[in-house]
């Protein structure tokens, strides 16, 4: 009946079917599928798979930023400093990346390469050669991530060793933003952890996180998870340096001292303060209290992604 109704069936259970049904479902193209796990334990696969699907349609790529087939401005390694020059009047940028005749990157170059250097000097000797790439398939949390650490203003997008794009901070930036004000479509570990635990401020430097240690994020010894509680510091941390500088921050080093195992079912306290701001930094310390017991100390330090 489901067939002829233009279903597709699934049979759980590894039961079979007839012939006859199996001779419906080819002529009418409709899938017939038999599998051995049990209705409740398919359901929770399929649930499962379409939940993951969610959760991966909201990571931002590089190719949601950088669309396909757009045409970057570069320099090759032939071209001298005079042709940078030309280029900086008619885009406004002093960063290129430098690519050969089958248009692979071989280096990138910016003012700082150029500087106090003759006009007819090549480009490829002044250049920075082997530079830090990324590929349509990298998120754009990785990028950001590598620009803060190493520095970068600009990277090359490279599809199959050859130049895609390129995607500067500004860029990175502009995605984040956008995509923190976009409708979440499920929720993630981090968001699952942080969904039980309510922001309290106490002054202009810090703040605390107060929430109760379920059953759920325990680890195999039966206290809280270490991956737990990483979150809730970073996440405290990350709250109170944004206070001072509205930006987003990536982890750089995290320093735990864990003085006593916190226990499921107790009410965890994590108090962030501010301890210093720079204009690439910021720092905090946090503190884990269970009631009014000092369980644990963490010294935080985040990287600032300016614009």
Do not use: C
Not at 71 to 100: C, E, I, S
Not at 175 to 198: N, V, W
Not at 250 to 262: G, R, S, W
């Amino acid at each position: 009946l489901s067939l002829e109704h233009g279903a597709a069936v699934l049979i759980s259970g590894g039961f079979d079917t007839t012939e006859e049904v199996r001779n419906l479902a080819d002529r009418l193209e409709l899938p017939l599928l038999s599998s051995s796990y049990d209705t409740f334990t398919i359901a929770s696969l399929i649930n499962r798979a379409i939940y993951d699907r969610l959760i991966k349609k909201e990571i931002l790529l590089i190719e949601d930023v950088v669309p396909e087939g757009h045409t970057p401005v570069y320099l090759r390694a032939g071209n001298r400093v005079q042709d940078w020059l030309v280029q900086v009047d008619q885009t406004g940028h002093t960063r290129f990346p430098v690519v050969d005749d089958q248009e692979r990157v071989l280096g990138m170059v910016t003012a700082k390469d150029v500087s106090g250097q003759p006009q007819d000097v090549l480009i490829e000797r002044v250049m920075t050669k082997n530079p830090i790439t990324v590929t349509p398939k990298s998120s754009v949390a990785s990028a950001a991530h590598t620009m803060v650490w190493e520095g970068i203003e600009l990277l090359p997008v490279v599809n199959r060793s050859k130049l895609q794009g390129v995607i500067s901070r500004q860029d990175v930036i502009r995605a984040l933003q956008f995509h923190q004000m976009q409708p979440q479509m499920g929720d993630r570990i981090h968001d699952k952890i942080l969904s039980g635990f309510k922001e309290e401020r106490l002054t202009d430097k810090s703040l605390q996180l107060v929430g109760q240690v379920t059953p759920q994020m325990s680890g195999s010894l039966g206290g809280i998870s270490t991956g737990v509680v990483m979150t809730l510091i970073s996440e405290a941390a990350s709250q109170v340096i944004r206070r001072t500088r509205n930006a987003n921050m990536v982890v750089e080093n995290m320093t735990v001292y864990f003085l006593k195992p916190i226990q499921i079912d107790s009410v965890l306290t994590v108090r962030a303060t501010l301890i210093d701001t720079g204009r690439r930094f910021g720092k905090a310390d946090v503190e884990l209290f269970a009631g009014s017991e000092l369980m644990g100390k963490a010294l935080f330090t985040g990287g600032v992604l300016q614009k």
